[in-house]
């Protein structure tokens, strides 16, 4: 019943982790259904930058939630 934020990022960047080209999402951001509803489904993003990459081998997933 809980709803991942990822799958309002589009499919193309939807991925937090490259295992030699290999992309993969292997970490998510689990909302409740109500909490689901708060998701500002434009503002959820996973960067894949130069920075996140010196910082960890995973992306970031960030969603912004209106309350």
């Given at each position: 019943a809980f709803i991942d934020a990822a799958s309002f990022?589009?499919?193309a960047d939807r991925w937090t982790f490259?295992?030699?080209g290999m992309r993969e999402?292997?970490?998510h951001q689990?909302?409740?259904p109500k909490m689901a509803e708060r998701i500002d489904t434009t503002a959820v993003v996973i960067p894949h930058t130069?920075?996140?990459g010196?910082?960890?081998d995973h992306?970031?997933?960030?969603?912004t939630y209106r309350f």
């Amino acid at each position: 019943a809980f709803i991942d934020a990822a799958s309002f990022v589009a499919e193309a960047d939807r991925w937090t982790f490259d295992f030699m080209g290999m992309r993969e999402l292997i970490d998510h951001q689990m909302a409740s259904p109500k909490m689901a509803e708060r998701i500002d489904t434009t503002a959820v993003v996973i960067p894949h930058t130069a920075d996140v990459g010196q910082a960890s081998d995973h992306a970031p997933m960030m969603a912004t939630y209106r309350f």
